[in-house]
């Protein structure tokens, strides 16, 4: 993908990418002046951990209440990163899909609205898991 495609709001949301994209897709990213946040969370073992280690990850304000509400409130905050636009990089969620996947079910469809407000904001919102899931397209090649 190249920062033209980054730049389209329309097409951002939540897409799966294999780890070895992902060197490129921060490139691109990098070019576009997009801030560029990534979390690894293959070592929580709880939906509490994995909130946690995502808060940290993408700098979220002190006020994060580590659930899926303070989630959603803070990647939909204009101001929690100002920036042309975001990429978020999500590693190490097949264990949570395995030990919880109701959870992990959760987790994906708040990442989905967040990712449908920032589009209706004609913000370009990209979040980028690196575990393949129900009604996750495969983010494609440019």
């Known amino acids: ?11 951002s949301g939540v897409y799966y990418l294999s780890p070895p994209r992902q060197s490129a897709i921060k490139a691109a990213a ?3 002046r997009f801030c560029v946040l990534a979390a690894s969370i293959s070592k929580a073992s709880s939906i509490e951990d994995v909130l ?3 808060g940290s990850a993408f700098k979220f304000p002190t006020w994060y209440g580590t659930n899926f509400d303070a989630l959603c409130d803070c990647l ?3 101001d929690w990163q100002p920036a042309k636009g ?3 990089l999500i590693n190490g969620l097949a264990n949570l899909r395995a030990a919880h996947p109701d959870d ?3 987790l994906i469809a708040v990442l989905q ?7 209706d904001s004609h913000s370009p919102f990209w979040i980028l898991i690196d575990t393949p899931a129900r009604d996750i397209p ?4 440019a």
């Open 113 to 119: 609205a967040a990712a449908e407000i920032r589009r």
């Open 1 to 11: 993908m190249n920062e033209i495609m980054l730049k389209n709001a329309g097409a």
């Open 52 to 54: 946690a280690e995502l």
């Open 104 to 106: 992990f079910a959760t």
């Open 138 to 141: 495969v983010l494609a090649e």
């Open 76 to 78: 939909t905050d204009p």
């Open 86 to 88: 975001h990429v978020l």
């Open 30 to 32: 990098s070019r576009a």
